[in-house]
């Protein structure tokens, strides 16, 4: 069993907490449009209030550990580690309880690239433990704003975790999905688990717009965020989202690994 000790390490070693990829100006600018409401951060969610720059900046800094100070505007971005290591222990304890009861789940992202492996471990362990992984709506069409105009992306399943593949892409089966911060993916994949009187997901496992536009629904969410994601912590501090775990989301795949093992032992789903 991985220690707490021995992830901590981990996540400062790997740079998923710590000084961390993301810039500082990343963050900030993230901070900026949030507060104005675009749609490219605020991921689905629709705050229940008016978050000004300096309440964003103030909230992050309560959630992930980056520096409250508005004159720091330039670097690398900065995540506590103890605040990762409260985060995966909340995220372990939501999914253990899921597991417990059985519930039906469904697990989706934005980053399949470096966070695909992760939730196909969960998803793999959430069956075991007698789960439905839910797949809905596999295969549909979706019309996603990007920075490039409006792209038809579908929506697909690997190891019973959803992406969306960008136009032309036909290796079914891998990881070569698309990156995309948009909530409609899950509401496509919402809307049709409900058609037919079909089961719909007491629990939302993922990232991005994934989580942010199943919370926004009432639906249980949790995921992983970076900080200049800040839609998922607002939407944890208002009570929209269930959990939120602050770290990295954009470093080598394999170095999610410790934290799969370390996600299953605390929520008891280890074979």
Known sequence: MLSTGALRAHLLAARLAGPVATSREASLRSYRLFAARDPRVTLGLDPGRGWEERDLLRLMADRCGVS??????????????????????????RLAHAAVRRAPVLFGTGHPHRLLGFYAALADAMSAAGCCVLTPAHGRCIDITTRFGVRTCSLDYVRGVAMVRAPGVRAAGGDTGAHTHSPLPVRVALEAAAEGHGRLPELVVGDHGWVCGAGQLGIEAIGLADTDDPALFVGEAEGRVAVAVPLDDAVPSAYYRPLTRYVLNRAFLSR
């Open 68 to 93: 409250d100070d508005p004159a720091h505007v330039s670097g690398p971005d900065v995540i506590d580690p103890e605040r990762t290591l409260a985060g995966l222990d909340a995220f372990a304890e």
